[in-house]
């Protein structure tokens, strides 16, 4: 019988105790896995759903660029320019007014050329030899006359600094070769064009006018342009024409006798391919929903976010807004052309929009661009919506009669500035003082932006604000006038187009604000993780303090253990002894 190599109580195996630290590990692992894991699980889903939520938002803010674009109203008011010759150029800012217009060049604007009377074999050609020095005055139209002091002795290329110094870039001064046996030649110009920058020259001796003999000759004389504008003959200092037509600049190229047809038109070409990349953006978007949002019956297989009624939301609420009808009962599916067979029949329709079954947005651009040409403000209506403004106005009450009134400037002011002095008579009548007044008000429309015109019964005025500004009437007797003193503003109203709406929607998804449906979305995630990392952090200090008192225990008990052990040794080996003698 070998006693030795049996475990004592079943709890020691040729000396070695079971109580070890492998056995602490298996049972702290089995716990862990019980505790700890399923937390892990929740907090490897959630970080799936940090990533998908921020390319969610990249997606969103790349869709609002897309959209963006068709609700503004600057989108709208590019301008395209067609000019049917070379004798001008046009160029029409955004949102000027679309028109056609005939121009004809009769003269260019010029400006003043004059050359020195005398050429030098040199540019170190003595100007000034006759021993004295000379005053050389030049005068740019009715301006006041520069005055070069010519020394005794001055040469061709000292006349031109000293030209160049005082003429202050108004005046400009060259010497050229023009070639022969004296080929430099001093030629002066003004740098502005126009009749009034014609140059005269006259020299000095002192205060006394002096024929030096060195005269000036004119080589162009500076001229106005003249040209005819839809039949109507006008006048400029210059070739380039800002201040005729509003938002339009014509650049006066060359003279010609022929008519030349101008045609200020919508550009709205850039909007086709801006429509393209929005439904490139738009099916982007709601694939990637469609991935976060899936379940998959046979498999399993869910996305991040299913289940999840303000992601899942989305999509629809993407469709119900980019297909409604707006208060005409038109939608963007509105937006078609006729389909023709062989024989010019229509059998169907083209539609610039549509959506697959599979929910993907489809876009036929060449539709798009036919309604485009064919009715902008009605696809702009339909995209954007469209602003109507009614202008300020104020309606002011009989004008007052039968009294002699004496009104100084400023007791009346419109918009901060004085209208003008005027009287009323007794024997005027209200309608006579009315139009007195209307006189005094209309002689500060430049200054005011208000216009006023008569009533209905023609004793009264009615001012208005053509330029979407407020009316501000004020002074100590606007009220006698029957004027209603206080501000008067335009009203504006706004009816969202398709875009427009979607812009709105697109902004409480990602905007810049906490309530935001993205905001709160990411920081509700933020939380989460917060907790569950708290949560196992927890769980695993509660395991660590329960194995660190096991630890503890299995120690003492093994002491125990190998104590018996040793006192058990003695007694088998008596036991062995005593066996082996009676053998």
């Known amino acids: 019988m070998a006693v030795g190599s049996v475990s004592m109580l079943g709890l020691s195996l040729n000396g070695q105790s079971a109580l070890n630290a492998d056995l602490i590990d298996q049972l702290k692992e089995a716990d862990k896995s019980v505790m700890i894991k399923p937390l892990e699980t929740q907090l490897t889903k959630i970080y799936k759903k940090q990533e998908d939520q921020t390319k969610l938002v990249e997606k969103i803010n790349a869709f609002r660029d897309a959209t963006s674009v068709f609700a503004s109203d600057s989108s709208y008011l590019k301008r395209g320019v067609s000019v049917g010759g070379d004798s001008v150029s046009i160029t029409a800012n955004d949102g000027a007014a679309i028109q056609t217009m005939t121009l004809k060049v009769e003269k260019l604007a010029k400006n003043s050329v004059a050359q020195l009377g005398k050429n030098f074999d040199t540019e170190s050609g003595i100007v000034n030899g006759i021993g004295k020095p000379l005053t050389l005055k ?5 301006s006041a006359a520069l005055e070069i002091e010519v020394k005794n002795g001055m040469t061709l290329s000292e006349l031109r600094d000293a030209i160049n110094e005082a003429g202050g870039g108004n005046i400009s001064a060259s010497i050229l ?16 064009t126009g009749a009034s920058e014609q140059l005269s020259f006259e020299w000095f001796d002192g205060d006394n006018p002096f024929a030096s003999g060195i005269g000036f000759n004119d ?5 106005d342009a003249e040209f005819v504008y839809n039949g109507l003959s006008v006048t400029r200092s210059n070739n380039t024409v800002s201040d005729l037509v509003s938002g339009v600049t014509i650049e ?37 929903l469609d991935e976060i949002t899936k379940y ?3 498999s399993g297989e869910a996305g991040s976010f299913q289940g999840d009624g303000r992601i899942n939301s989305i999509r629809g609420e993407l469709n119900k807004i980019l297909f409604a009808a707006n208060e005409e009962g038109k939608n963007i599916s509105d937006i078609s052309r006729p389909q023709y067979d062989l024989s010019g029949e229509v059998v169907g329709m083209f539609f610039a929009f549509n959506l697959s079954e599979k929910g993907t947005l489809t876009y036929d651009q060449k539709t798009f661009e036919q309604a485009l040409s064919q009715d902008p403000e009605g696809v702009e209506k339909l995209l954007r919506g469209v602003t109507n403004t009614v202008n300020a106005q104020a309606i002011g009450a009989a004008t007052p009669s039968g009294t002699d009134a004496s009104y100084a400037s400023g007791d009346l002011t419109i918009n901060g500035a004085a209208i003008g002095a005027f009287n009323f008579d007794a024997a005027d009548s ?5 139009q007195k007044l209307l006189e005094a008000i209309n002689a500060k429309t430049s200054e005011t932006g208000v216009a006023a015109r008569l009533g209905a019964s023609g004793a009264n005025i009615i001012l ?35 875009f427009s709406n979607l812009d709105k929607y697109v902004d409480k998804l990602s905007g810049f604000w906490q309530d935001a449906r993205m905001t709160l979305v990411e920081n509700q995630l933020k939380s ?9 952090q927890k769980a695993l200090n509660r395991i660590n303090a329960k194995y660190a008192i096991m630890t503890a225990q299995f120690a003492s008990y093994n002491a125990l253990i190998s104590k018996y052990q040793s006192s058990f040794s003695g007694v088998a080996q008596m036991i062995e002894q005593a066996a082996n003698s009676k053998n």
């Open 430 to 434: 209200s309608a006579k003082n009315a």
């Open 296 to 298: 998959t019956v046979d």
């Open 252 to 288: 006066l190229k060359k003279a010609d006798l022929a008519d030349t047809n101008v045609s200020i038109a919508r550009s709205l070409s850039d909007l086709s391919e801006q429509m393209k990349a929005f439904v490139d953006s738009y099916n982007d978007l709601t694939k990637f």
């Open 219 to 223: 080589t162009q004389k500076a001229q």
């Open 464 to 498: 208005r604000n053509d330029f979407g500004d407020s009316i501000v009437i004020g002074g100590a007797k606007a009220s006698e006038l029957g004027l209603p003193a206080g501000t008067f503003s335009a009203t504006v109203t706004n009816k969202n187009g398709v």
């Open 528 to 536: 989460d993780v917060t907790n569950l990392t708290e949560s196992i």
């Open 177 to 192: 070769n023009v070639g022969g046996n004296e080929p430099y030649s001093l030629i002066i110009k003004t740098a502005k």
């Open 138 to 142: 030049i005068a740019r139209g009715a």
